[in-house]
């Protein structure tokens, strides 16, 4: 081969490597691009669903209307009736309006504008009598109306709120009667038919008790099982089989899992439907092989020179791996955890085969109330059709990202801050 031949096939690697590394930038550039596109309208979607719309009344807490006095004691102030004082107030937004726009006044606030009345003055006893101004939850329309993500220039009979109700709006905002404030609501309320009033305190408490089954059950096995099969187990056909269906239990997808949880915990162990015990337990079986196969992969990291250093020593063989090769491990082994765990999270199907995807509206408490999750509450969500569950939706998304960022991101922290380097 001549120089010339040899200068042609130089160009030509040099022009395949150039071409190599052209393909690869621009698929990295086209996920990311894409990547910023989800996440832009995840965020524009989703950010305002952190902000409530509220409206500014003067509301007269008059002790004969709510037939009370100052020594009411709460429980009959809860149960007194705060509907007539609130009426009132919204009647006097418009004093001239007729009588069959007077319900559109009364439907401006949202349903829980009397619960917030209660709730305002069970703090405060010493506004009876007294005229006060208070701030109340806007109407799930007129909330979206002012957040931008409804359009007011259609015609009145394609949307849920009157021309009327859409003046009253502008005459209150242009007397700077209509605010925002941090919807905290969001984070403490369960699910509810109303958008104004939906939150995600039962599906978030229920995706951290179910989470927390599954670490509970997942990890001790999933450890002990990858410290047995790594270091203890003999090599035969017997452990050959187990690692093979181990390595292929981690690529089932998930919701044969929750076939198997249908089968086994709710028909034949009848425990209770829609409960993050039996969540955890389906995710649990989930977990446990990508757990098993980190662990193991951090115990086989593990120089031999400890283990061989320790037995030379005088340690026996499971003294040589507990004292010796399992904290040496634990960061990669924490860290895989961790990483299943978030995997787990985010996981619908299998929750949605045992039941976790009933509407729930009480916030529970132990693993055996009923519950959601935090996925299963974005596919309930994104079927409603109103306006308002729409930035619910994405804020759920929104929250549901930052767990799972914040998982990762743990993984990664431990991973580097305790592990060991070998020369």
């Known amino acids: 081969m001549n120089s010339k031949q040899k200068e042609i096939l130089m160009r030509k690697r040099y022009s395949a490597e150039k071409r190599f590394k052209f393909f690869g930038i621009f698929s990295i550039s086209l996920a990311i691009l894409f990547l910023c596109i989800l996440l832009f309208n995840i965020f524009t979607s989703g950010l305002s669903a952190f902000f409530k719309t509220k409206l500014i009344l003067k509301i007269n807490f008059d002790e004969k209307k709510l037939g009370i006095n100052m020594n009411t004691p709460d429980e009959a102030i809860k149960a007194s009736n705060f509907n007539e004082i609130l009426q009132d107030a919204l009647l006097n937004l418009d004093l001239l309006a007729p009588d069959l726009k007077k319900i559109e006044l009364i439907d401006i606030v949202s349903i829980d504008a009397t619960y917030e009345l209660k709730r305002f003055y069970l703090q405060n006893k010493d506004q009876l009598n007294k005229i006060v101004e208070i701030s109340l939850t806007l109407s799930d329309d007129l909330d979206q109306l002012y957040k931008g993500n409804f359009p007011r220039d259609i015609p009145e009979d394609r949307r849920r709120f009157s021309d009327f109700q859409l003046k009253v709006f502008d005459e209150q905002n242009s007397q700077n009667k209509i605010i925002t404030e941090f919807n905290f609501s969001f984070f403490k309320n369960a699910d509810s038919r109303e958008p104004e009033l939906a939150g995600i305190g039962a599906s978030l408490i229920g995706s951290l008790l179910t989470i927390l089954v599954c670490l509970i059950l997942s990890f001790p096995i999933g450890f002990l099982a990858a410290i047995y099969l790594e270091e203890f187990a003999p090599k035969n056909k017997i452990t050959e089989i187990i690692e093979i269906n181990v390595n292929n239990l ?30 955890g337990l389906v995710l649990a079986l989930m977990t446990l092989p990508r757990i098993i196969i980190p662990c193991r992969a951090a115990l086989k990291a593990v120089s031999p020179s400890i283990r061989e250093g ?22 990669g082994t924490l860290s895989g955890t961790i990483i299943g765990l978030s995997q787990a999270l985010g996981e619908t199907a299998p929750l949605i085969l045992i039941g976790m995807v009933a509407f729930i509206n009480v916030v529970p408490t132990y693993p055996i109330d009923p519950s959601a999750v935090l996925p299963v509450q974005v596919y309930l969500w994104s079927e409603s059709a109103e306006r308002g569950f729409v930035e619910k939706t994405s804020a759920t998304i929104i929250i549901l990202i930052f767990f799972l960022v914040l998982m990762n991101s743990s993984a990664i922290y431990l991973r580097n801050k305790f592990e060991k380097k070998w020369s």
Not at 255 to 272: K, Q, S, T
Not at 315 to 320: P, T
Not at 324 to 329: C, E, I, K, Q, R
Request: hydrophobic share 60%; glycine share 10%; no cysteine.
């Open 310 to 331: 320790a037995l030379a020593l005088g340690a026996s063989k499971v003294q040589a791996v507990m004292h010796n090769v399992v904290p040496l491990a634990l960061p």
């Open 250 to 279: 981690a690529a089932v997808p998930s919701i044969v899992f929750g076939l198997l949880g249908l089968g086994v915990f709710l028909n034949y162990f009848y425990l209770p439907r829609s409960t993050p015990l039996v969540g």
